[in-house]
């Protein structure tokens, strides 16, 4: 059996998921009311992230500490999006889902320590994955602001967690692309 590696797409649609989650924090921050435009994407993502992320954690041929480190995380990610996509869809407070997010955060925060303490990402990539779990920790922990009142004070924290978004973002696009070429160049 061949293996197939699919982390370079998994970690561009994270990266494309993190600005579905940028997007809804800054239309939040601007007072806008309807996310419907978001639906779709989030859902569609959320999908991908979900099954994408059930198969590497269950069935991906590296060892443990990868499945744990790559496929647990976008498991997760896809469970949120999914939980908001339909939240959004039937009018729902999706601020709740925020709280999870923190608890994930601490997941994140952990998997970066981990990636640090025990060099599970060494090489020219390691700055790059190690600032992307920072930031999706930070991002994640972060999150609980949106309980916060957009107007004011409260304004300045979603255009924050904005920014730990997209810098999550670009983050995730830069490893996708960068491993897609690198995989082009590997013996077939």
């Known amino acids: 059996m061949a293996f197939i590696d699919s982390l370079s797409v998994m970690l561009l649609v994270t990266g494309f998921s993190a600005v579905i989650l940028a997007l809804f924090v800054y239309l939040s ?22 099954v994408s992320g059930f198969i590497m954690s269950f069935t991906w041929p590296l060892p443990g500490a990868y499945n744990m480190l790559f496929g647990d995380p976008i498991l997760v990610l896809g469970l949120l999006l999914i939980a908001g996509s339909y939240m959004i869809y039937k009018k729902m407070d999706v601020r709740v889902l925020s709280i999870f997010a923190f608890f994930f955060g601490i997941y994140l925060a952990m998997s970066a320590a981990g990636m640090a303490n025990f060099n599970l990402e060494t090489g020219s990539h390691f700055l790059a994955s190690f600032g992307f779990y920072v930031a999706a920790s930070l991002s994640a922990l972060f999150s609980p602001v949106v309980y916060l009142n957009a107007k004011n004070s409260g304004k300045y924290a979603y255009y924050l967690l904005f920014i730990l978004l997209v810098i999550t973002a670009f983050a995730a696009l830069f490893l996708g692309y960068t491993s897609i070429y690198e995989h082009l160049q590997s013996p077939p």
């Open 29 to 50: 921050a601007r007072g806008k009311k309807d996310m419907s435009m978001l639906i779709v994407p989030g859902f569609i993502f959320g999908v991908f992230d979900l």
